[in-house]
């Protein structure tokens, strides 16, 4: 009886990782269609209502979603500092902040890339440089929405064949 119940505690633990894997992929679509979004507002901010990039930064923080949100009002407080570029100071944050999102490599190489032009560039370049990386992420999007359903499942799969594994290594 003890086995019997030990078994099922080890393969509703497999399980429930499996959930959980499924979920954190779920959220990692939901964080590049949020970087999009960021990026979207930040177009607009930048194009329709001219603001400069620290308030547009403190507006977008106010309607966003997190992470988003905390990391555009880390960039504003520390925008103001002089004693390194727009695009280094943004570079810095993303690596500072890069536990709180759920992206790969080359989505956290978008997001350091987004900063790299703030403030060199006139308004059209940088609405330019906007486009380009709404697109990028659009495409990441695309790719990561393809890839869920099946990551899921590959996810729970291999979950309850490891926890099914463990309880016969066990018994």
């Not at 695009?87 to 890069?98: D, I, K, N, S, T």
């Not at 080359?106 to 006139?122: A, C, I």
């Not at 906007?130 to 393809?146: C, D, G, R, T």
Request: charged share 25%; proline share 1%.
């Amino acid at each position: 009886m003890l086995k019997l119940a030990g078994s099922f505690l080890v393969v509703t633990a497999s399980l429930l990782y499996g959930w959980q894997v499924g979920r954190e992929l779920q959220e990692h679509v939901g964080q590049l269609v949020g970087m999009k979004e960021m990026l979207l507002m930040l177009h607009g901010e930048i194009s329709y209502a001219r603001t400069p990039l620290k308030e547009a930064f403190w507006q977008i923080a106010s309607q966003g979603k997190e992470p988003f949100s905390s990391f555009l009002e880390q960039a504003a407080e520390g925008l103001g500092g002089k004693e390194e570029s727009i695009g280094e100071f943004w570079r810095r944050l993303v690596e500072q902040e890069a536990g709180k999102f759920y992206f790969t490599g080359e989505e956290l190489g978008l997001l350091e890339r987004v900063g790299e032009n703030f403030g060199y560039l006139d308004v059209q370049m940088q609405l330019k440089n906007l486009e380009l990386y709404m697109e990028q992420a659009q495409v990441l999007i695309e790719n990561a929405q393809k890839e869920l359903k099946d990551r899921q499942k590959v996810a729970r799969a291999l979950s309850l064949m490891c926890g099914l594994f463990l309880v016969i290594l066990l018994i």
